[in-house]
């Protein structure tokens, strides 16, 4: 695949995700998910020959990824730093579709999975939260907190972080996501200094 | 309305607030309430006039009152058993239902609305959050935290519980939501006790 070929097969990928992130993945179609990347409906059964199905898991693999990147980037300085990072992330794409985005893998994981499409679905983003929480826990432990709570804490930190998404939504604010933050970081200092 | 009718019509929103929880807003039609409901289909226009946007407004008015109901008598023997309470109601309806439901308010939090039926469940549902965040802070502060903090770990509990109820509907295990559960105690024996 050249490269610009390339290039517009992942601006599709992107525009599903952040399409399942809006609407979840039932109201999804692979029409509307033409118009919403503005690509002809053509080159998306032509990238896509597997249909919605393959665009779904495609959009919340990539979303799983793009955003397991930036987290383990931003935990190499820390823990801490790393949250604000992951916070940060969450924080600019609710901001900027103006509360009608969010997180794509608990768009999926709060729908009873449609067919064999939404099991597949399903199961991505059961492993997207997995792969987000074992970062977390990894660089808790590695900055000293004990195996144990440190797994607690990467789900409560993952957890709140998803809940606090909806919640913003909802609201039209970003204050729920504000108001999380500073105990989350209390809650690793005292993992990590333990 | 008799007692018949009215149990016939609460039956109905139980069920919508129950289909919302597992489909989310959109997926959800009135056809398809009435065969989750087992209710007849003229019944159900019988009852809500103003089609979908009534029932789920009703719906989600309905989750919000029986949940708020539940927790201010539970508050009533402190946070912490609140708490309990809170995260063992959750547990009942994602074990009860094997991880297919879950938080209709969530649900309806994680949809950009389509129409004006779902800007008004929208706005209900930010209602219902502000509700059951303001019963938790309220119990806080009465039991001794400070206003602002008390007003911060009330959105943390809530915004995990609904972030570990999306989790675990994605695992098909309850172990999100029984992880979080010692550490928001933990911060509620820290807020209360300062």
Avoid at 12 to 28: C, E, K, P, Q, Y
Avoid at 169 to 175: L, V
């Amino acid at each position: 695949m050249t490269n610009s070929k390339a290039l517009a097969r992942e601006r599709l990928v992107s525009a599903a995700a952040d399409m399942i992130s809006r609407r979840g993945l039932s109201a999804m179609s692979i029409r509307e998910l033409a118009k919403h990347a503005k690509a002809p409906l053509g080159s998306t059964y032509h990238y896509f020959p597997g249909g919605k199905s393959q665009v779904a898991s495609e959009a919340i693999r990539f979303a799983g990824n793009t955003v397991a990147q930036a987290l383990t980037e931003a935990l190499e300085a820390g823990p801490v730093k790393g949250l604000r990072h992951f916070l940060g992330l969450w924080r600019d794409i609710l901001i900027r579709s103006d509360f009608q985005a969010g997180c794509p893998v608990l768009s999926v994981a709060t729908e009873e999975p449609a067919g064999e499409e939404g099991l597949a679905a399903l199961e991505i983003a059961a492993a997207v939260f997995d792969n987000w929480e074992s970062l977390l826990r990894d660089s808790l432990q590695l900055h000293g907190a004990r195996k144990a709570p440190a797994a607690k804490l990467a789900t409560l930190i993952l957890a709140s972080v998803e809940g606090s998404i909806a919640m913003c939504r909802a609201r039209r604010s970003i204050k729920p996501l504000d108001d999380i933050s500073s105990q989350l970081e209390f809650m690793i200092q005292l993992a990590i200094s333990k």
